[in-house]
């Protein structure tokens, strides 16, 4: 099962910052925090990833609370192209290594 | 990065009959992995695709229905068989980066079952 929970659709006008939540509750020290989105029709595509710091590279930002429990996915600027399903996922290696499950998801609709 | 090719890109069966999808990597990865999108869902993780060795199927998933071949390390064949429309899906092929912890999928074959 996903270890994660997502709201399942968010609103954001564009050029505005989306802030995309999201709980992790029982993540364990070895896990990480990976974001991914889905773009209709399209694989998904890797956006950030965590452990316990912030990280911020060219697409987003990820902030990480202290107890690891629940983190945000920031896109500082949302455009029409960002409207997508964005997928939370922790993932550490166990005995099958490395699987990636996803849950549900949150829907973000960027409008203009 | 890695660049993911698979084939069909898409295709409609008949009941009964089992397809073939292939995936082709530009590099070689050690983890595979074989997921289906259901209609408006999310991606189900099949399978992990094992050089060399039989596949490690996710719970409701059976190697007789999604037999999975991985002869190297850059190729990899999912078939669904005795198909029925509910295995009407896409499925994606997806490789991981246990060095940079990057997962990357394919473009996805979009399965029609009549």
């Known amino acids: 099962d996903a270890k994660t929970t997502q709201p399942p659709s968010m609103d954001c006008a564009e050029g505005r910052a989306a802030n995309l939540p999201c709980n992790h509750s029982t993540i364990s020290g070895n896990e990480y925090v990976y974001w991914y989105r889905q773009i209709h029709s399209q694989g998904p595509q890797y956006i950030i990833h965590g452990l316990k710091n912030n990280e911020t590279n060219e697409m987003a930002s990820l902030i990480i609370t202290e107890d690891r429990k629940s983190s945000t996915l920031i896109l500082p600027h949302a455009t029409l192209r960002d409207t997508a399903v964005y997928y939370c996922?922790?993932?550490?290696?166990?005995?099958?290594?490395?699987?990636?499950?996803f849950g549900a998801g949150t829907r973000l609709f960027v409008k203009a | 990065s890695a660049v993911i090719s698979q084939k069909p890109s898409r295709d409609i069966c008949q009941r009964g009959t089992s397809l073939t999808i292939q995936c082709q990597v530009d590099s070689q990865v050690t983890m595979m992995f074989w997921y289906r999108q259901q209609p408006g869902q999310s991606l189900t993780l099949i399978a992990t695709?094992?050089?060399?060795?039989?596949?490690?199927?996710e719970s409701g998933f059976v190697i007789d229905k999604f037999p999975i071949s991985r002869p190297n390390l850059t190729f990899s064949t999912l078939t669904v068989s005795n198909m029925s429309p509910e295995d009407s899906s896409i499925y994606l092929c997806s490789v991981l980066s246990q060095s940079t912890h990057e997962q990357f999928f394919g473009p996805g074959t979009r399965l029609t079952v009549l």
């Open positions: 996922i922790v993932r550490g290696k166990d005995t099958g290594g490395f699987k990636t499950i």
């Open positions: 695709a094992n050089q060399g060795s039989e596949a490690t199927y």
